[in-house]
């Protein structure tokens, strides 16, 4: 287990240094120049100069890109032009409202989506296998802005039950349940959408890994052992069919920080999302490069999560 | 002693659908098994021969309702399992327990030998918590595996260790008939030989009743007390060893028979080279369903279809023999 984990941060670091590197390149290859942004056009020329000079955005690309490495792994991810401020404290204050939307989208897509894979697998062919699958291609090719303007017109207009944005009540000054429950209000509409979105992904993943496994041998050992159909179903069929899906469990977190950009700007929640959304707008780099860095950590991170959750489910992997 | 009948098939016959028409009725069908019927005597060892594709392992499974039978019924101790649901049937596989060919897919990978062994024990309840432990151990050890091995997973092992651990787990319920379903195909001949040899050891301790499923017919030879002759899911014959196989009636029990080969280069028997290959099951040949490989076929063969009928001791499917009887 060890070796496994030893081998996956080196994986990690390596996977962090290329993202890192792409996200340097890709800002300064952006069209556009970020001092028209930073800089008052009535500033005179030695005022813009001694700025450019204080930003470090005189020097050559290379030099830029050298500090910038070495900045980051102080922890500093530098000033956004905007609000002037870190731009690590700026994420600090997002970055929770992000993670708990994805997270509890994770889970709840899980805990439906595996269940329904396992099913449609199992009744392969049968009328519920069928609408399961033409419900799950319906729900992966719908447009993420589409459908949170259709839930915020229907929920939060027609039927007024949740509010229309936001991540909570501004000015409402409650603490405490009343806060929690205020914030949760404006959690069921992004997080709707993002399981709507998602929930394909886990049972059509989920079905195809268990129509497989319960083509194996071993599925037909334990019936003949006289085992509970259910029992062979699940302790057999699905936890061997959960090492593929929790792999991809990983790598959808990833492909969810996209739909968490789209909902979060539609929602106008206060996330990381529709942060970048609004950075890209003012040309805002450090704060860019800051929250790609801080997403692809965070999409690593829950990637080696998922090696190791796989390795501890695959007795194979643990020899390794 | 009165020989003791515990199983008895009759009529069995499991079809395979091979197309449907746009209202889902089934239109063709394969015969994979077809009209097939026997009695199995407690502590007697039934071999069932027959090649690739002539289904004998269809038989097996069919038996356990493994794959669902079309037609016909199987009686155990009187009670008939065709006829069996749910509960009923789970309880009814304790008692007859298989053991399969592929010792590679066969045991589930994330499950140790261990678990593998004692949760069938814990399924049917039939032995205490703390006993399953000390019940598994002893299991091992008696199939000629290290106690220590409980905690390992299947792909540490070899073929022929993985099949005593299917052995193992077989015995774990202490059943009363083990089908044994190509259980040494898939091994080295030298480990067919041990696990062969085990087979017989724990049938003599235990008591055991077997079904031994093969292709070949050495190693049905060794084992089995009466053998079965099995031919694109029809039987062709059936008798007891010593009579199968000093005075094989049906051609094909002869050309098998011929085919074996003998350790002596100097004692080369004459070989009956069949023609061809074993004809798709979907498509059998009218008449006798070997009458297009059989080297005695006469034109009765391809248009009669023969019955089974009892001939010397033997019960045998041929031309060559029905008429004798009468």
Redesign the interface.
Known sequence: MFKVLQKQLIKGFITFFIAVSITFLILRLMPGDPTTMLIDPRMSEAARQRLLIDFGLDKPLITQYFLYLKQLFCGNLGVSFVFRTPVSEIIRERLPWTLALMGITQIITMSIGIPLGVMAAYKRGKLVDQIINALSILGMSIFIPWLGIMLLFFFGYILPIFPVGGGYTPGLSVSGWGYFLDVGMHFILPVLTLTIIYLANYTLFTRASMVDVLN???I?????????EK?VIWN?GA??AMISTVTMAGMLFGRMVGGAVLTETVYAYPGVGRMIYDAVGQQDFPLLQGSFIVLALSVIVMNIVADLICAY????MK?E | MKKQKILEVKNLKTYFPLKRNYFGQVTNYTKAVDDVSFDLYKGEVLGIVGETGSGKSTIGRSLLRLVEPTGGSIFYRGENITEMKGEKLRKIRKNIQMIFQDPFASLNPRISIGECIVEPMKEHAIYRKSDCFQRALMLLEKVGLDKDYYIRYPHEFSGGQRQRVGIARALALDPEIIIADEAVSSLDVSVQAQIINLFSDLQQELGLTYIFIAHDLSVVKFVSNSIIVIYLGEIMEIANKEDLFNQPLHPYTQALISAIPVPDPNKRGRRIILKGEIPSPAHPPTGCKFSTRCFKAMDVCHEIHPDLVNFDNHQVRCHLYQKKEE
């Open positions: 194996e041998d071993y037909r050992t334990a019936r003949s052992k006289g085992m509970e029992r057999h936890r061997n489910l695959n007795p194979r020899m």
